[in-house]
């Protein structure tokens, strides 16, 4: 089974805070992603990577970075939170042939106060 | 035009009805279909997938394909209360996935 994992399932943090949220995959993937999900407007795409140290924006990249130094693990950080990136923050992984499905991790329920 | 669409919901359904999910796409190119549910506060968790036109049964899940028509749709037989929650259709763009909305669905025990 695929297993992806995030580094906290819930996490609060104040305005202006630097925030790190880790996902780690056991697949070999080379394709990582990471979402935020608000009700309403469904899943968003904020970064993508389909290998070691490259990095692709998705559709809401703004006030968001990203590191992938090992295969393995691909890390989301607000460089300084903001009460409108309260959200659900999900990672998923994918091979980068054949059908391209995504397994996703449990998620991290991220506030900023 | 939205790339992926789906009714919100809520769909309601008598428990061991057959509940139906439909999703309509724009990209023409796309070629893997996807079928996600999702349980509140949780993430979503694959359960179906598609790439050839017609059906795909999976035990009491049957995805079905119509291309042409550019219309995916799930049907979840004989359904159980622990089949509500929240069902994201998704098709592939390249190697991403754009994902609709989802479609709400209730058991009715």
């Known amino acids: 089974d695929v297993k992806v994992t995030q580094s906290s399932r819930y996490l609060v943090k104040r305005t202006g805070e630097k925030v790190f949220l880790e996902c780690v995959q056991d697949m070999d993937h080379e394709n990582m992603f990471w979402y935020r999900q608000d009700p309403g407007l469904g899943l968003r795409l904020i970064y993508f990577?389909?290998?070691?140290?490259?990095?692709e924006k998705g559709d809401i990249p703004e006030g968001y970075s990203v590191s992938r130094e090992k295969k393995e693990r691909f890390s989301l950080i607000l460089e300084s939170a903001s009460t409108n990136q309260t959200s659900m923050y999900l990672c998923?992984?994918?091979?980068?042939?054949?059908?391209?499905?995504?397994?996703f991790g449990p998620g991290t329920r991220l506030t900023v106060t | 035009q939205k790339e992926v669409e789906q009714n919100s919901g809520p769909l309601s359904v008598p428990e061991g009805a057959i509940a139906s999910l439909n999703c309509t796409y724009s990209d023409r190119g796309s070629q893997s279909f996807f079928w996600y549910r999702q349980y509140s506060g949780k993430s979503p968790e694959l359960i179906m997938f598609?790439?050839?036109?017609g059906d795909k049964e999976d035990g009491r899940f049957t995805a079905q394909l119509n291309k042409a028509s550019q219309y995916v749709s799930l049907l979840i037989r004989d359904s159980q209360p622990s089949d509500s929650a929240t069902y994201l259709c998704?098709?592939?763009?390249?190697?991403?996935?754009?994902f609709g909305k989802g479609t709400r669905l209730h058991i009715l025990p």
């Open positions: 990577s389909y290998d070691v140290k490259m990095k």
């Open positions: 998704a098709v592939n763009r390249d190697d991403k996935i754009i």
């Open positions: 998923a992984s994918s091979s980068p042939v054949g059908t391209y499905e995504q397994y």
């Open positions: 598609i790439y050839s036109n």
